[in-house]
């Protein structure tokens, strides 16, 4: 066979899981600044009284709507889908704007060199946009962070939403919160599992358009934070 007729071997899947709620005007430019390596990008609806889901559609995701409530729950629907879809690695990220989508190999590069099997963005030391983060979240993101090194002998420095890992690898951690402790159990279950963990810094940006569902107000402020606490405490029992 002549070299320049070789086959080349296809590229690894990635699927990107983007849980969603009434994101519209975010997710069409979120979807825009992916990288064509994200061959298959589903949107996961919870609920969406806006047009969030036409918006999503138009701009070629893959999107499902998911009837029961919950940011985790959101989210193994969308890996379960990706599973089923031959994805070999499976990314996470909100649907607002401020993750830096468009950086998506600084995350898989690692995984597909065989050099991580868990990574995760890392807005502490990084670029952020002037409004994007208050102080508290740094501040909480540094302390929790600090917690999983004694509780799991992984030290990190965030809890950022963009994060990748291979399907197979997700599958078997057996996550079962399905609220916003989801990232949180993640990222305790990661090394105990034995995935050697690599946090990236990345740039953030302000959300795109629309209201934070946790820091936009306190009561989401209030309850995102009570479900990660205790998050924290189930597992560190464990």
């Known amino acids: 066979m002549p070299p320049d007729s070789t086959p080349v071997p296809p590229r690894p899947l990635v699927a990107a899981v983007i849980p969603v709620?009434?994101?519209?005007?975010?997710?069409?430019?979120?979807l825009a600044r992916m990288p064509a390596?994200?061959?298959?990008?589903?949107?996961?609806?919870?609920?969406?009284r806006d047009a969030t889901v036409a918006e999503a559609a138009a701009a070629?995701?893959?999107?499902?709507?998911?009837?029961?409530r919950g940011y985790g729950r959101a989210c193994l629907t969308g890996a379960e889908h990706a599973a089923e879809a031959g994805a070999q690695y499976v990314m996470f990220?909100?649907?607002?704007?401020?993750?830096?989508?468009?950086?998506?190999?600084?995350?898989?590069g690692p995984l597909q060199r065989g050099e991580a099997d868990f990574t995760i963005a890392t807005r502490a030391g990084a670029t952020r946009q002037?409004?994007?983060?208050?102080?508290?979240?740094?501040?909480?993101?540094?302390?929790?962070?600090?917690?999983?090194g004694v509780i799991c002998g992984q030290r990190y420095t965030d809890m950022c939403a963009f994060r990748a890992l291979r399907t197979a690898d997700l599958m078997r951690l057996g996550m079962t919160e399905m609220t916003y402790g989801?990232?949180?159990?993640?990222?305790?279950?990661?090394p105990?599992?034995?995935l050697r963990v690599r946090e990236i810094a990345l740039p953030y940006y302000r959300r795109v358009a629309g209201v934070s569902k946790v820091a936009g107000s306190w009561q989401g402020t209030w309850r995102a934070g009570t479900r990660i606490l205790a998050t924290l405490a189930r597992h560190s029992r464990m």
């Open 21 to 30: 709620l009434n994101e519209e005007g975010a997710i069409g430019p979120t």
């Open 37 to 48: 390596s994200v061959g298959l990008r589903i949107v996961v609806d919870g609920g969406s």
């Open 60 to 68: 070629g995701a893959t999107v499902l709507v998911e009837a029961r």
């Open 93 to 108: 990220m909100d649907g607002d704007g401020a993750d830096a989508v468009e950086e998506a190999e600084a995350l898989l």
């Open 130 to 148: 002037a409004g994007s983060m208050g102080a508290h979240q740094v501040l909480a993101g540094q302390l929790i962070g600090a917690a999983l």
């Open 182 to 190: 989801w990232n949180l159990e993640m990222q305790i279950k990661a």
């Open 192 to 194: 105990r599992a034995g």
